[in-house]
């Protein structure tokens, strides 16, 4: 190790310099996993997109310029919990990549399972 030189030397392929996927894509990469059979869609007057599952139990808000009285909520993520268990809430910001969001609700819809009645 040389001490004649203070602080950090590297080199550019030290810093493994990457490019990321910014800004916020397509949407469509996150609706389009949705079926008309298993789930509602409603744009509403502000052209916000609210998809519910029909058990109601799910729900995916799209906020293309921010959901009102957040800060910059561009989608949301929610499953409703049962009596034993607590449910949970996912926001990401506007500026996140659809492909993002698309992930998790790909993650999401792979744990969810059809109740199957008797």
């Not at 996927?21 to 059979?37: C, K, S, Y």
């Not at 995916?60 to 034993?84: E, K, Q, S």
Request: proline share 7%; hydrophobic share 40%; no cysteine.
């Amino acid at each position: 190790m040389d001490t004649a030189k203070p602080g950090f030397s590297t080199t550019l392929e030290a810093l493994r310099l990457r490019t990321w996927r910014l800004g916020p894509g397509q949407p469509a990469m996150v609706i389009d996993q949705f079926t008309d059979e298993d789930f509602k869609l409603v744009v509403d007057d502000r052209a916000d997109m609210h998809i519910n599952s029909r058990d109601g139990r799910f729900y995916l808000g799209w906020f293309p310029t921010g959901r009102p009285g957040t800060d910059g909520d561009g989608w949301v993520i929610a499953v409703t919990g049962t009596a034993t268990a607590p449910g949970y809430r996912v926001t990401f910001d506007t500026e996140t990549p659809a492909q993002v969001v698309a992930a998790v609700v790909a993650e999401v819809m792979a744990t969810s399972t059809p109740v199957r009645s008797h």
